[in-house]
């Protein structure tokens, strides 16, 4: 949250830990008073505990991710009140690092730096605690704008996002320490594009890294 702007450093406490505070009215605002209304309002935040757990012991386990995936997305795409707060790249970032990090499987990290590049988001798995676990996962977010996507040539800017997206979870190499932590897992590298607060495409990439072979084939464009 403090990588993304939405807390800052504003003093030290009496033991010397760093105080974090919401930095100015804007993002209390535009953020913060935002999803708490919407919530209180709506309830369209709110998860079904079980239904998420399920499926992201589905993703953990057996390497079936697009349930949890399509499920978190169709939360945020049913609520109206979201259309306007979700718009760019990073505002996805924050949103998915919050709702992939509610599962007790994984450590969820942002803009992760691997190897040749640096990956929007992180699933590390909890090995200590789950070692049965089977799958890790680096996710790649990309975002066009509505206007952008109605126009004559959208697909064409979506198969471009596309193409990017494939790109960049090429590049994201597997390190050495990396690799330590992800054990034996099986990595999947997955692309999802959102227009608004819609999910238009989500697939799988295909390429391997080393002995983390094994990939699923492609699950397809998004509803």
Sequence with gaps: MYYFGLLTFSGMDDENTPILSIPNEMVKHLYYAYIKETYEETGILSLDTEKYESLARDLAYKGNWKGLIEYISGRMEASLSLRDLMTGEKVHQVFWNIYLGLNKLYNVYSERELNQ????LVLEPHLAQNPGLKFSYIIEIKYIKPADFEKEDGEEKLQALRAEAE???NRCGIDEKFRKTIGQTTLKKLALIFCGNRLVYHDEN???DGRLAGL?????MGQ
């Design 206 to 208: 295909q390429a391997t």
């Design 167 to 169: 790109s960049q979870l």
């Design 216 to 220: 699923e084939s492609p699950s397809g």
């Design 117 to 120: 590049g640096f990956a929007d």
